[in-house]
C-alpha cells in the first residue's frame, strides 16, 4: 500500500473506507500550513480599512462588525477546514469535491462584502468555479472508467497510471478555481476590507496549485 | 503583444471568455486523442454500476438486502469491517415513496432527509460527508444573503 511519489515516504495514514488520507512530509507540510492559517482566522480580528480623501483631513474607515464578521469567520474557518482536507486527500474524487468546496466558500468569503466592483469580481468567479467543477469531475470520471480505481496511491502504483487527458482536466478545473490566468477575478476580490479572511482566499489557491501539482506527478 | 494580452486577461468581464476557450481547447485535443489512442474502459471497476428500471429507486438502486451481507468490492477491505451490510438507507417517508410509486428514485434521493445520497456500501463515505457539506455551505450562503436584505 506505501508508495513513495514525489512527496515522500508517507509516514502516517487516516484511513476513512476506502479513502485514505495520507501524510507524506509534503502534504503534511502544506496541511500544517492550512491549519495555522485557519487558527489565525479563528483568532484574529479583521484589519480596519481607512481611505484618506485626497488633500483634506477627511477619511472613511472601513470595518468588518456584526453579523457581517461572524459570517466572513465562519466561511473562512470552512475554506480552512476544506483546504487541510484537500491538502491530505489520498483519493482523486474527493480532491475535486473538497477543491470545489473550497470554490464555494471563497464565494461565501466576499459574499457579504458591500462593494460593487467586489461583487462582481466575485460574480465572474463564481461562474468560473461552476464551470470548472465539470472538467473537475469529468477529470475523475474518466480516471475511474479507465483504471477502476480512484485511490492515488493505487494509481502510483499501476505502469499505465491516470490517462493524459484525465490530468489536462483536472488540472483545468483546477485551474478555474483560482490559479493564474484566471486569477485575475480572485486578486479583485482582495480589495474587499477584512484581512485574515480574504487572504484565506489567496492561501487556499496557492495550497490548491501545490498539491495538484504533487498529484498529477505521482499518478 | 504581451501587453495587450495582459491587459485583456486583466480585465475581469473577459476572464469567463477566456476559461470558455481554454475548457474548449482541451475538450477538443481530448477528442482528437480519443480518435488517435482510444481509451478502454477498465472491466474490473471498483464501484460497479448497473441499473434496474423496474426499481423504486432507480437510477439509486445499489442491490443487496437490507440487514443482510451482499457482497461488496472495497480498495481495502481492512478499512471497512462493516462492508457489504450498510448499502442505503430510507427514512420512513423515502420508504412510503419507494412503495407508492416506481417513479420517484431522484425524489426519495432529493427531499430533505432521504438517503443522504448514495453511501456505497460503506466504502465512501467521506465522499457522503463531503458532498453535502458543500451543499450545506451554499445554503448557508443563500440563507445569509436572503436574511440580509431584511435588515
Known amino acids: ?49 481607512l481611505d484618506v480623501v485626497f488633500g483634506t483631513d477627511a477619511y472613511y474607515a472601513k470595518g468588518v462588525t456584526g453579523k457581517e464578521l461572524r459570517f466572513r469567520r465562519f466561511m473562512s474557518i470552512a475554506c480552512g477546514c476544506a483546504t487541510m482536507a484537500a491538502m491530505v486527500s489520498g483519493d482523486v474524487f474527493n480532491f475535486t469535491l473538497f477543491v470545489s468546496m473550497v470554490g464555494v466558500c471563497i464565494i461565501g468569503i466576499v459574499a457579504a462584502v458591500k462593494s460593487r466592483h467586489v461583487l462582481d469580481a466575485a460574480y465572474n468567479y463564481g461562474i468560473i468555479a461552476i464551470v470548472a467543477t465539470i472538467p473537475l469531475f469529468g477529470g475523475a470520471a474518466i480516471t475511474l472508467a479507465t483504471t477502476g480505481t480512484l485511490s492515488i496511491w493505487e494509481l502510483s502504483a499501476m505502469a499505465s497510471g491516470m490517462p493524459l487527458i484525465a490530468k489536462m482536466l483536472i488540472i483545468v478545473g483546477v485551474m478555474g478555481e483560482g490559479i493564474a490566468p484566471f486569477y485575475a477575478a ?19 489557491s496557492l495550497l490548491m496549485f501545490l498539491r495538484v501539482v504533487e498529484i498529477l506527478l505521482t499518478v | 503583444m504581451i501587453g495587450r494580452l495582459s491587459r485583456y486577461l486583466a480585465d475581469i468581464d473577459n476572464l469567463t471568455t477566456v476559461y470558455a476557450v481554454v475548457v474548449v481547447a482541451v475538450a477538443a485535443f481530448g477528442i482528437l486523442l480519443l480518435v488517435v489512442s482510444p481509451l478502454s474502459y477498465e472491466e474490473e471497476q471498483l464501484y460497479p454500476k448497473s441499473i434496474d428500471p423496474t426499481s423504486p ?23 471497512s469491517p462493516y462492508l457489504g451490510y450498510v448499502t442505503s438507507y430510507l427514512t420512513p417517508l423515502s420508504a412510503f415513496f419507494a412503495a407508492t410509486s416506481p417513479y420517484m428514485g431522484t425524489t426519495i434521493l432529493t427531499h430533505p432527509g432521504g438517503i443522504i445520497d448514495e453511501i456505497l456500501y ?30
Not at chain 1, 186 to 204: C, D, N, Q, T
Not at chain 2, 124 to 150: C, H, K, Q, W, Y
Request: proline residues 7%; aromatic residues 14%; contains cysteine.
Open chain 1, 1 to 49: 500500500m506505501a508508495s513513495a511519489g514525489v512527496a515522500g515516504e508517507p509516514f502516517f495514514a487516516l484511513p476513512f473506507g476506502d479513502i485514505v488520507n495520507y501524510f507524506t512530509p509534503y502534504t503534511a507540510v502544506l496541511f500544517g500550513f492550512a491549519l495555522l492559517f485557519t487558527l489565525i482566522c479563528i483568532l484574529s480580528r479583521p484589519e480596519q480599512q
Open chain 1, 186 to 204: 480572485k486578486a479583485e476580490l482582495f480589495r474587499a476590507p477584512g484581512a485574515p479572511y480574504v487572504i484565506m482566499i489567496h492561501v487556499s
Open chain 2, 57 to 79: 429507486l432507480n437510477p439509486y438502486e445499489r442491490g443487496g438486502d437490507p440487514f443482510n451481507r451482499t457482497e461488496v468490492l472495497a480498495q481495502y477491505p481492512e478499512n
Open chain 2, 122 to 151: 460503506n466504502t465512501r463515505g467521506l465522499d457522503t460527508v463531503a458532498e453535502t457539506s458543500i451543499l450545506f455551505v451554499a445554503f448557508a450562503i443563500a440563507s445569509f444573503l436572503f436574511r440580509r436584505e431584511e435588515e
